[in-house]
């Protein structure tokens, strides 16, 4: 559209399919290849990675392109590859811009594309007493299980379950859940303070009502 509908238009969020709509017995199978529709329905988990590898092949060679300056290639897939072996870890942009060999501002400018295409999630830390030391860092997890085993070339839950990345991989599956249940209505955090108390997720409604939820 010509014109720019404010006041007039609404943005629902469609992501992929999650733990409420699929079969009670295809959880783990939701939790390892994700909530594409193409990749949850493959029949088999080989046919389900090689679609995911597709995937991100043409998202980073044609479809990101399109909403920014040329990035190349390469940098970009090891940059998103980093970030799934980051799952979950505090953001530490001066660290990643040492290992592609750019600047942290590049970084920044990479984390929030990827964030803008809804590919990765960026979850603040809450900051609401200021009387404690907290931790200051966002926590960064990308949203689709299934393509984060795929940039880690994980195939299957029993590959998975042997992987050091498993707690992690669970825990944004969980919080991804979590937040398309919400719909939007709740802040959501994180919580940490420097001496290692910690809360995964940290949910404030509407009516000021806090939810705090550890995922194990």
């Known amino acids: 559209s010509g014109e720019s509908l404010a006041g007039r238009i609404s943005y629902p969020e469609l992501g992929p399919l999650d733990s409420l709509e699929i079969e009670q017995d295809q959880q783990d199978m939701l939790w390892v290849r994700g909530g594409f529709p193409e990749s949850l329905l493959a029949p088999s988990a080989q046919a389900s990675l090689r679609w995911r590898d597709d995937f991100i092949r043409t998202y980073l ?8 300056p040329r990035i190349a290639v390469q940098t970009l897939r090891r940059f998103w590859t980093m970030l799934a072996h980051h799952q ?27 964030t803008d295409l809804l590919l990765v999630r960026q979850l603040p830390p809450w900051h ?10 966002s926590k960064v997890y990308l949203r689709d299980s299934g393509l984060l085993h795929a940039l880690l070339g994980i195939a299957d839950k029993d590959s998975l379950l042997g992987h ?31 001496a290692g108390a910690e809360i995964d997720l ?8 806090s939810w705090a939820i550890e995922v194990k």
């Open 88 to 114: 979950g870890g505090l953001l530490n942009a001066a660290q990643f811009a040492r290992n592609l060999g750019v600047d942290g501002r590049t970084v920044a400018n990479y984390l929030d594309l990827l």
């Open 164 to 194: 050091p990345v498993v707690g992690h991989s669970w825990e944004g599956f969980v919080i991804d859940n979590l937040l398309a249940q919400s719909a939007g209505k709740a802040q959501a955090h994180f919580y940490r303070t420097s």
């Open 61 to 68: 060679e044609r479809d990101i392109p399109q909403f920014g």
């Open 202 to 209: 940290l949910l404030t409604w509407p009516n000021d009502e």
């Open 128 to 137: 609401e007493n200021l009387g404690k030391r907290l931790v200051k860092s």
